[in-house]
């Protein structure tokens, strides 16, 4: 038995944060709720480090038993925590990155209202978030998994006053449902075949199990049911939608929960349930073939958004589906990896973003940025690390992971390869295209103007929310004056930067001299219960035997393939940001000229595909056409109510004929009396004669 | 001795006298007079038939009607002094307010 490492005390004080914040925040000093929120997420990575430096002595999988809590005739689920390399990484990645976003948070949001609250939600969900990460069962992670569903709804609609942000909190919600429906009925399959949901009970179980080669069976609709969460709670095809709308949250919010780590819960828990996916080939086709058509969709509409923050949105929408292609030709440590850099980059981006939303008082449109470059220099080459590592130029972070995965794809299957190529040349040229158009030319906003408009409404993104704003100080935002972030925003941003740079270097693939120390890493979680199939060209790597590891990885392919495809991938990466270059700012009238040749199409994606559309029109409508129409008027009002109501008019009705007997009368009470005498002597004298 | 009937006539005389009374008499006192009399005309009936059969038990329970008659006399006389201090009138008529 190895070391108690206190594992529950790693969510239990970013709880305790929110509880203190929560509860009593509303009579605290700005600086005492960030005091309280920034040490105790700080404290939890704090724990977290410590965790991971006793990490090497410990028994894997290390698991501790913290209560009892649910035990029914044979069920048992306990709150109890669960320690892989896995869940390590993911570990370090919430409670880092959370802990820097939190630090950013006090710069950004320091001048808005609800101060208090927005702590307490962002503590709320570190808590559910290491939940989901630690769970050492199922139904604990669902719990973890509903905690960062409901801290992302509250903190979508935190300007909760204006319409659109809380309309977008509810079709996060709602859009969730739908995938944990998926989940939870994956769930009960769990609990009805292997009567467990502890992950060191049925993953054993499940390992026995040949996998399902020859067709669909129970670990095939498992693996489907368990994608359609994912789907859900990642934002993949068709569930992505409410993630571009999850933008009307705060900036940190997006960074922290729509791209750094709660949209990832998805990949983590397809990932931790490889021994079910790895036994179901047809179900890891599916989450491929969603991972691809996910970043190639997104990655298109991206490249006609406006707003700053969609462009990172579909980009975040994207960069996961390259995560699921990953979890669906089984390298799940590629997709991890890809996971923990994404985490990096597309964090460290959000905060940028937030960055320039915040120079420029409020203003999201990239129409109205441009040169910034000199103007806010710590934003602009923070911002400049994170284009490169997302866009893939060597030797930065999003290089490595996503290289690694289109190599994996490439293994399984050219397609994947080509429309995860033809991806990486979009990501780069919106990536570029964003940082051309909000740091190089000339600045676009009307000075005047733009400015008045911020000071006119909030200092961020919550344009006509934030009354408080016209009671500013006058050296608040949006005083007529782009100017840089303060340090307590641009720290985090510096962190990010270097972790952007250098995150991929544990992860350098043989081909290129390194270890790929990252997939060594992880490789004990996924390796230990591959099944044996042979001819797999998918499973090989995963499923190779440990002298192949010495010798560098996939020897029967040869390094000098990888190399070239690394070249084409590195290739179109350039080329991305060439034709960026080229149209936003060289030629910058080009854009315009393209947009009309294609016509009809460019519509299509400027407009998002229309899917919004379609689905308000297919699903949307008719469901609330039928909730008004039926189950409101005829349902509700014409049975249900009716009902209750008939009944009770009868009922006066009848007694409103009967008051008249008290008609306040004494002398007919006394008739009424004496009639009743005389009736019941009458009764008991002719009961007397029978 | 007088007959039986004789007695229970007038008792039962005096018991209609008090319904007839009890029902058509607008003012409270007059009410419970024939309230009154309905009790003394079963009181009646009561000695009259312990006279004729020789037992106790009826003029005892005479006793028992009086005490009763008595008590509700001190308490309904009570009700009807508070009724016209606040209603300054004795008429039943007047006070109807417990209706709907």
């Known amino acids: 038995m190895t070391a108690n490492l206190h594992l529950w005390i790693i969510p239990i004080l970013p709880l305790i944060g929110a509880l203190i914040n929560g509860l009593a925040g ?17 404290a939890a990575f704090g ?29 048992r689920s306990d709150f109890a925590f669960y320690l892989d390399q896995l869940s390590l990484v993911m570990l370090l990645v919430v409670t880092g990155v959370g802990f820097l976003i ?8 320091w001048e808005e209202g609800g101060f208090y609250r927005f702590f307490s939600y962002l503590n709320l969900f570190m808590f559910f978030m290491l939940t989901l990460v630690l769970a050492n069962n199922y139904l604990l992670m669902f719990i973890g998994w509903e905690g960062v569903g409901l801290a992302s709804y509250l903190l979508i609609g935190f300007w909760f006053t204006k319409d659109s942000a809380a309309s977008a909190g509810k079709k996060a919600f709602i859009v969730n449902r739908i995938g944990d429906f998926g989940f939870l009925i994956g769930l009960f399959l769990l609990i009805k075949h292997f009567g467990s949901l502890t992950f060191d009970q049925v993953f054993p179980a499940i390992a026995k199990m040949p996998a399902e080669t020859a067709g669909a069976g ?79 969709f997104a990655a298109t509409i991206g490249v006609a958004q406006t707003d700053i923050k969609k462009v990172l949105a579909y980009s975040t929408v994207s960069q996961l589906g390259y995560m699921f292609l990953a979890c669906g030709v089984a390298a799940f440590s590629a997709g991890i990896f890809h996971l923990m850099t994404h985490a990096f980059f597309k964090g460290l981006l959000f905060l940028a973003a937030g960055s320039v939303i915040h120079a420029l008082g409020g203003e999201q449109d990239m129409r109205r940025m441009g040169g910034l470059r000199t103007k806010i220099p710590y934003t602009f080459w923070t911002m400049t690390a994170a284009t490169f590592a997302i866009a893939g130029i060597p030797p930065l972070a999003g290089f490595f992971s996503k290289d690694e995965i289109l190599w994996r794809a490439y293994q399984a299957s050219w397609a994947y390869w080509l429309i995860g190529v033809f991806t990486a040349f979009l990501t780069s040229f919106y990536m570029f295209r964003l940082w051309f158009l909000t740091f190089f030319g000339e600045y676009r906003g009307a000075v005047g103007q733009g400015l008045e408009h911020g000071a006119g409404h909030g200092p961020h993104d919550s344009p006509g929310h934030h009354s408080g704003a016209a009671t500013l100080p006058p050296n608040a935002h949006g005083n007529g004056h782009i100017h840089e972030s303060p340090w307590i925003m641009l720290g985090p941003l510096v962190v990010l930067a270097v972790l952007s740079v250098v995150g991929g270097w544990i992860g350098i693939p043989g081909s290129m001299g390194g270890g790929n120390h990252f997939d060594k890493f992880l490789g004990p979680v996924f390796r230990a219960t591959a099944p044996a199939i042979s001819g797999e060209p998918a499973q090989a790597g995963e499923t190779a035997p440990p002298e192949n590891q010495t010798e560098g990885q996939e020897p029967q392919t040869g390094h000098g393939t990888e190399l070239t495809f690394t070249g084409i991938s590195v290739a179109a990466a350039l080329l991305g940001l060439f034709l960026a270059w080229l149209f936003y700012k060289r030629r910058p009238e080009l854009p315009e000229q393209i947009a009309t040749g294609l016509g009809g199409f460019y519509d299509a994606v400027v407009n998002k595909y229309y899917v919004d559309e379609l689905y308000a029109m297919l699903f949307v409508k008719p469901l609330i056409d039928g909730s008004t129409k039926i189950l409101w008027r005829d349902v509700d009002q014409g049975v249900i109510d009716s009902a209750v109501n008939d009944s009770a008019d009868a009922a006066r009705h009848v ?10 009368n004494l002398r007919s009470y006394a008739g009424w009396v004496t009639t009743g005498a005389a009736v019941v002597i009458a009764y008991m004298i002719w009961m007397g004669v029978r | 001795m007088v007959p039986l009937p ?30 009154e009399l309905m009790l003394n005309g079963v ?32 308490v309904g006389l009570a009700i009807i002094i508070a009724v016209y201090r606040t209603r300054e009138t004795l008429n039943v008529d007047q006070v109807n307010l417990l209706k709907l």
Not at chain 2, 53 to 67: A, I
Request: hydrophobic share 55%; net charge positive; with cysteine.
């Open chain 1, 655 to 664: 007694s409103d004929n009967f008051r008249h007997m008290q008609s306040g």
């Open chain 1, 218 to 296: 129970l670990l095939t609709s498992i693996g489907l049911l368990f994608m359609v969460g994912a789907c859900g709670k990642s934002a993949q095809v068709p569930l992505y939608v409410w993630l571009p709308d999850a933008m009307e949250g705060p900036t940190p919010v997006s960074a922290l929960i729509h791209a750094a780590t709660m949209v990832t819960a998805g990949v983590y828990m397809v990932s931790r349930s490889h021994v079910i996916f790895e036994r179901a080939p047809d179900a890891l086709t599916v989450v491929a073939i969603i991972g691809v058509l996910t970043a190639l």
């Open chain 1, 26 to 42: 509303r009579r605290f000093s700005r600086q005492l709720i960030s005091a309280i929120a920034v040490s105790f997420s700080g």
């Open chain 2, 43 to 74: 009181n009646l009936a009561f000695v009259a038939f312990a006279a004729q059969w020789k037992v106790l038990s009826g003029q005892v329970f005479v006793f028992f009607v009086m005490v009763v008659a008595a008590a509700e006399a001190a």
């Open chain 1, 47 to 75: 724990w977290a480090l410590y965790v991971a430096s006793r990490f090497s002595s410990l028994s894997l999988p290390h698991i501790e038993y913290v209560a009892r809590w649910i035990q029914i005739s044979g069920f």
């Open chain 1, 102 to 109: 939190h630090v950013y948070s006090i710069g950004y949001m």
């Open chain 2, 6 to 35: 004789y007695y229970l006539l007038l008792s039962g005389i005096l018991f209609a006298c008090g319904v007839l009374g009890f029902l058509i008499k607008r003012n409270i006192i007059t009410i419970f007079m024939s309230i």
